[in-house]
């Protein structure tokens, strides 16, 4: 049975008037359930661009966004970011945390807005758990360390049970043997739990978990491919 397209991007085209700059040009692109997709580029490739439209971040200059085949491309802020909220799940370089809140609130932080909060506390709790981060639950993020809020800002991406998870970069800032750690740990929800991914990536290692990279130059892919994992990083970390 085929798998169903979770986000398609269609005759998509990004310009920034300002600057005169064709940031994307006729971007055709399928995000099926659990795919596991790497996208790649140099430094103003259009990566980052591309990953703002793929997240509902921004709106294209002409094409159109498909999510679950109801075309959004055209829906204003508010509605954009309900969608967010609901099907999307975020991992960022910087972790994003507040540094105000507990690593147990940070993972809330999605339903809080939406008012679930007393209903899925006990989830957040199972994910920090997941995330080997139970007894540091109420601690905030500048008492764990730099792969510590990586797993609270996965926990958080997952609060939802989002449709789609986005990783920019989400081992840039870590260390190489923290970095694999994290890899794994979206590895496996990927592999046992079907997740869906989009990894914005510069390092081959992080790409060689993917089962399709897509490599953007100059505002277009130029290539994409299947292929199996054979992973840089050898052996399981400690």
């Known amino acids: ?26 971007i055709n692109l399928k995000i099926h359930e659990s795919d596991f997709i790497a996208i790649m580029g140099p ?34 802020e508010d509605k954009l970011a309900d969608l967010r909220g609901k099907k999307l799940g975020f991992i960022f370089q910087m972790f994003n945390l507040v540094p105000t809140l507990t690593a147990l609130e940070n993972v ?48 958080r991406s997952l609060i939802n049970n989002p449709e ?14 923290t970095g694999k750690t994290i890899m794994e740990i979206l590895n496996e929800l990927h592999e046992k739990e079907g997740k869906t991914f989009v990894v914005i990536t510069h390092d081959p290692r992080i790409a060689e978990y993917a089962h399709e990279i897509v490599n953007i130059i100059d505002g277009q892919i130029v290539h994409d491919h299947k292929m199996s994992k054979s992973f840089a990083w050898k052996g399981k970390s400690s």
Request: glycine content about 8%; hydrophobic content about 40%; overall charge positive.
């Open 43 to 76: 430094s103003g490739s259009g990566k980052s661009t591309l990953m703002n439209l793929i997240g509902l971040l921004d709106v294209p200059t002409s094409g159109k966004i498909f999510l679950d085949k109801k075309d959004v491309s055209k829906l204003d």
């Open 164 to 177: 789609l998870i986005l990783a920019d970069e989400p081992t840039g800032n870590l260390d190489s043997k």
């Open 108 to 155: 809330m932080l999605p339903v809080i807005f939406q008012g679930k909060n007393s209903e899925m506390e006990g989830r957040a709790l199972m994910l920090l758990e997941k995330m080997g981060m139970k007894d540091r639950s109420n601690h905030l993020p500048r008492q764990l360390s730099g792969g510590e809020q990586q797993r609270v800002a996965i926990a």
């Open 1 to 26: 049975m085929p798998k169903e397209v979770v986000l398609e991007l269609r005759n998509v085209y990004k310009k920034y008037i300002v600057e005169k700059v064709d940031a994307l040009k006729d």
